[in-house]
């Protein structure tokens, strides 16, 4: 019997399981004392459902006890932090188990890789080593199979060889032969005699006497105790792990930590890979997300470009404009007129900086042979001003002309086209009702801004000439109201109305306030770009929940192998940045694409003539909140995953 300090020493120790929710609490074992020096190759025998697996759990800390104490190379393990726990399950111990448990969507070299990920080793050093090791236990034809493409015997041969891929000082094989033909047993308990023959610790359990007797020591337990404990042999190779100067290590390399980037690189790389192993699945939560980013870009570019066309459209016709229109609102009220005399009381209010009579009739114009019907208005030289309409050739006509009532026109795009084809009308004759005007100036095309190509239908001469002498009638259409200051278009109407109502004694006159009219409209633009924008963010929440959803799912489907992360040494942070760094990749993806289909989308739309603007601050904000939502919704079933029990996740199917 060695003298030295035991590696594994047991005192005492006891399991039971519930009693905790008013379930009978079932002892599994029942103070167990054992201590097992480095170097030795133990059978831990006993029937099925003895307490053999709740034991080696125990020994391999991926399960506490409940009570007792537990002391590996001296010191106490329910002191040790869980990282520390997660260092000695990463170094120290390898673990073999009945059911092989290996990742199913790793290859076999992938598989064997993880407990060297986990512990911070380069990727081409650690690589090599996994392949001498699957070359060693030959299966160097089958590096890159999945363990559903390998037999039993392989699978259990992958898993040995990540047991010694950090070194495996201490080798826990529960049942290892337990599911094998008898064949591949025999070849992987010759590997086990070979590995204890080498210096590693070997722990095998078994409820087969067979198996249990190439063990050099063998101690059987019944009911939670052990009933013998049998040496057959002293002779022990050197160990690999000596017990001394242990803690030192482990509290260095628990302290040691991989860099932020090569534990990024590697969550990515392991996102990746579950992405592609779960396509279909992957791009169904890629669509929510995408939609998502989408409409918030499509929506709010159709807002804002409406809300542009709208605001673009007004300040054509200018936002400071008010008139001045004959008749009462009241139904049986008074038909009321407005006549010239009219227009300097208006002019007299304040805040009006000018007004304008203005007349409007149907007339028949011609121009050599060509008859053509048009509108005429019968404005004064304030029109330009007032009407924000200039002309593109020649002159508008002058207060002279206006005083004079000269037989003066400036023709609309649309009359001068039909009247005169291509060739210039400027300085040429019309006849407009028989009396010879001549064409001074050609108004600017109005109908491409406004879309009212009706405007376009005009001619325009001076007031005093279309009532008088075309016309024949002195009662206005209306008055159209410039403005000095819009803000003030409220005191103005008021003024307006008390101006008018003294004069004609009676209301038979209406004030259209364009201003407030504008205001309205624009109010409601601002309103449905709102709403807009508030659908599409309700869709990238749906998106968002949609992660989630997927995400726990994810976590429930894959506890086994999380369990299988935990017992091969990830961290909790390591099992928490894994799915953190699915969900948002899956963001990030999802978000760029959402970005590129909103474009295109909004691309195809503007060749439909749907009035978009895409600002650059709603396209990084959909991203951004795409982004957080993988963040916010990835963290719950992230840091869920990361809470989870080693053994109750390797125990869940
Ligand atoms: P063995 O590996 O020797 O077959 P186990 O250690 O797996 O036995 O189980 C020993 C006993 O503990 C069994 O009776 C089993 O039902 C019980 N047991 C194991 N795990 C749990 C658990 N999580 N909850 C309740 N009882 C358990
Ligand atoms: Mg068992």
Redesign the pocket.
């Given at each position: 019997m060695p003298a030295s300090l035991p590696l594994i020493e047991l005192v005492e120790v006891r399991r039971a399981?519930?009693g905790t929710d008013g379930s009978p609490a079932?002892d599994?074992l029942r103070g167990i004392s054992l201590s097992i020096h480095a170097g030795e190759f133990v059978a831990i025998m006993?029937?099925?459902?003895?307490?053999?697996?709740?034991?080696?759990h125990i020994l391999g800390c991926l399960d506490r006890p409940s009570a007792g104490t537990y002391r590996f190379a001296g010191q106490e393990i329910a002191a040790f932090s869980a990282d520390a726990l997660a260092w000695l399950r990463r170094e120290a111990f390898g673990f073999v188990f009945q059911g092989y448990h290996l990742i199913r969507t790793l290859d076999a070299l992938q598989n064997v890789e993880v407990p060297a990920v986990y512990a911070g080793e380069p990727v081409a050093q650690r690589e090599a080593r996994a392949r001498a090791l699957l070359t060693r236990l030959g299966l160097e034809t089958r590096t890159d199979h999945r363990p559903g493409q390998l037999s039993g015997g392989q699978q259990q041969r992958v898993s040995i060889a990540r047991a010694l891929m950090n070194g495996g000082h201490i080798i826990l094989a529960?049942?290892p032969t337990g599911a094998l033909d008898s064949q591949s047993g025999a070849e992987v308990m010759a590997l086990l005699k070979e590995l204890a023959a080498s210096g590693h610790t070997v722990i095998l359990?078994t409820?087969d006497r067979d198996v249990a007797a190439q063990a050099r020591r063998i101690i059987e337990?019944r009911d939670?105790r052990i009933i013998a404990d049998n040496r057959q042999s002293e002779v022990l190779a050197k160990p690999l792990l000596e017990p001394a100067g242990f803690a030192a290590r482990m509290n260095e390399g628990v302290a040691r930590a991989a860099s932020l980037w090569t534990d990024t690189r590697e969550a990515v790389t392991s996102a990746w890979r579950t992405f592609g192993v779960n396509r279909f699945r992957t791009l169904l939560t890629l669509l929510g997300i995408v939609i998502g980013v989408a409409s918030v870009i499509v929506m709010l570019a159709i807002g804002t470009g409406t809300q542009a066309k709208v605001a673009q459209k007004m300040a054509l016709f200018g936002t400071n404009r008010m008139y001045v229109v004959p008749g009462s609102d009241e139904a049986r009220g008074l038909g009321g007129t407005l006549s010239e005399q009219d227009v300097p009381l208006v002019r007299e209010v304040p805040n009006v900086a000018a007004a304008m009579p203005f007349l409007r009739g149907q007339v028949t114009l011609r121009a050599g042979h060509v008859d053509a019907g048009a509108t005429i208005w019968a404005v004064t030289p304030d029109a330009p001003r007032i009407l924000n309409w200039q002309p593109v050739r020649g002159q508008f006509f002058t207060w002279s002309d206006e005083r004079d009532l000269a037989t003066v026109v400036l023709l609309g795009k649309k009359v001068r086209e039909r009247l005169f084809g291509s060739a210039d009308a400027l300085g040429k004759y019309v006849l407009v009702n028989n009396v010879p005007f001549q064409v001074i100036g050609e108004l600017a095309e109005k109908g491409a801004v406004t879309g009212d190509s009706d405007d376009d239908d005009v001619v325009m001469m001076p007031f005093s000439t279309g009532s008088r002498r075309v016309l024949g009638k002195t009662n206005l259409s209306w008055i159209s109201v410039l403005l000095d200051d819009v803000s003030r278009s409220d005191q103005t109407v008021k003024a307006l109305t008390d101006q008018l109502q003294a004069a004609h004694h009676v209301r038979d006159f209406q004030i259209y306030n364009a201003a407030a009219a504008i205001q309205a409209q624009e109010d409601t633009q601002r309103t449905m770009t709102l709403m807009l924008g508030l659908i599409a963010a309700i869709s990238l929440l749906v998106g968002g929940i949609g992660v989630m959803n997927i995400m726990l799912m994810t976590v429930k489907e894959r506890t086994r192998e999380i369990g299988i992360r935990m017992a091969t040494g990830a961290r909790q942070r390591d099992i928490q940045r894994q799915f953190l760094t699915e969900a948002v990749m899956v963001s990030l993806v999802g978000g760029s694409a959402g970005v590129v289909v909103g474009l295109a989308t909004g691309g195809a739309l503007i060749g439909w003539d749907v009035p978009m603007i895409f600002s650059v601050r709603a396209i990084v904000g959909a991203f951004a909140c795409a982004l957080a939502t993988g963040l916010v919704f990835g963290f719950m079933p992230a840091r869920q995953a990361a809470r989870l029990d080693p053994?109750?996740a390797l125990?869940s199917d």
């Open positions: 399981y519930g079932v599994v006993g029937a099925s459902g003895s307490g053999k697996s709740t034991l080696m529960d049942e359990i409820h337990i939670g053994v109750v125990g």
